[in-house]
DNA sequence: TATACTAAGTGTATAATGAACACTAAGTCG
DNA sequence: CGACTTAGTGTTCATTATACACTTAGTATA
């Protein structure tokens, strides 16, 4: 193991989490203040060293966990970064991976504000620690991408929605205006939602349908 | 790092690559042979140990440079596997990449046949060591996927071509048959291709235009 | 040297999909 | 009860995808 050591390197391993929410219609991600150098009182992207014993994607929900409280939520390996110089102090790879996660979800008492930890406009990011910022980058626009294509975007919406709660969040991950007409029959042809029978009778307008997935994966996830 | 490797895994990095081309109408994949435990005499996708101060793509680009004598052809990283029992004696982590070469590029007097080294059709895969097979499938997966929305098929061409040839790699790839007039107006419609202006004239028949091309990237390439 | 053979090369009609577009319905509020 | 707000709905037109068969230009050979 030693003499390994001289020829190949063992760097340490980290998983680093761009964690995605919509809230006040703007795309934003979890961003953690660190405590420790390198970067100190920097923000970065939530993550954490690998265990003994630990599998990547073990290791990327349990950071999920720490930070955020929730599990069963959709996530998926983005990419790993191996710079030799990614961390100035000593080599480190990192696994990143996203999350998607609806703000229903966060916004519960349990998860009381602090500062260490910020909810980023993924349009106005602060300096970030380490090649943070290319992770996040690679991160969304692989967002954008794939909500083009797949069924992505549920991962972001509560149990239950509005078609037009639906469209809004298509809207802002992918930053253009959809028709509406158009957007409604394509949506209602995947066959993927069905109607709750319940209304949302907020507002002072006409009620809307309520509606939710399917119990089904996320389609063409790969 | 001592006190740090007690807590923290400190995993072998590897690279893993599965390199494909296509030759007597079968896509097909590198294997070779290990000459060391674990897996000892089993087949294995070429790879190697992570060297100091080396990226992940170098890394990747030197083992395609051992292996094919090849640079400068198509690689993107594909995924990593890092599963606790992966390998049977020590954590090792590997970064795979896949990467396309054509055939025309390998068949020189150069790559000398070697008992150590085969190209296996990917229909009839020998056992494999470690998690390789996991990671050969999820390779032709994307591969495949690729092939439909991507120029990506481009990698595996030799300069010159007719088109007649592309249409036969396509077919390959994504394993179906296409529409020879559809598939000429689509792929002339791409505006990729170029006539070289000169002409096939191998076989018993009338003459093919030959094309090449225009000197781009591979679009639409993640 | 004519005929058989082979792969190259070409166009059109139909179906399916995507894009543009405006009004009525059903509630609440004042 | 009239003003306001969002929900909900169809049709036309343009673009793209699919299905499909014959002529062309060479070589081989009888």
Redesign the interface.
Same mark, same amino acid.
């Given at each position: 193991?030693n003499t390994?050591s001289e020829?190949?390197?063992?760097?340490? /391993?980290t998983v680093d989490l761009a964690i995605f929410t919509v809230n006040t219609n703007k795309l934003k991600v979890m961003l953690v203040k660190r405590a420790e150098d390198p970067f100190r009182e920097n923000w970065s992207l939530p993550g954490g060293?690998?265990?003994?014993?630990?599998?990547?994607q073990a290791a990327a929900y349990r950071v999920l966990r720490e930070k955020t409280g929730v599990k069963n939520v959709y996530m998926e390996?983005l990419?790993?970064f191996?710079?030799?110089k990614r961390d100035p102090r000593?080599?480190v /790879?990192t696994?990143a991976y996203f999350a998607l996660i609806p703000w229903k979800v966060l916004d519960q008492p349990e998860s009381k504000k602090v500062t260490d930890l910020t909810w980023s406009s993924v349009d106005q990011l602060p300096k970030l620690a380490f090649d943070h910022k290319d992770i996040l980058k690679y991160a969304v626009?692989?967002l954008r991408?794939k909500a083009g294509y797949s069924n992505i975007v549920y991962g972001l919406m509560p149990e239950q929605f509005r078609l037009s709660e639906l469209q809004t969040m298509y809207e802002i991950i992918i930053d253009d205006k959809l028709d509406k007409r158009n957007f409604r029959k394509r949506m209602l042809a995947t066959n993927l939602l069905q109607e709750t029978g319940e209304k949302d009778i907020t507002g002072a307008h006409r009620p809307a349908m309520l509606y939710q997935f399917k119990k089904m994966e996320i389609a063409f996830s790969?």
């Open positions: 193991m390994k020829i190949y390197e063992q760097p340490g /391993i060293f690998l265990l003994h014993g630990e599998s990547l390996q990419y790993t191996g710079d030799p000593s080599r /790879i696994v626009k692989r991408a790969n």
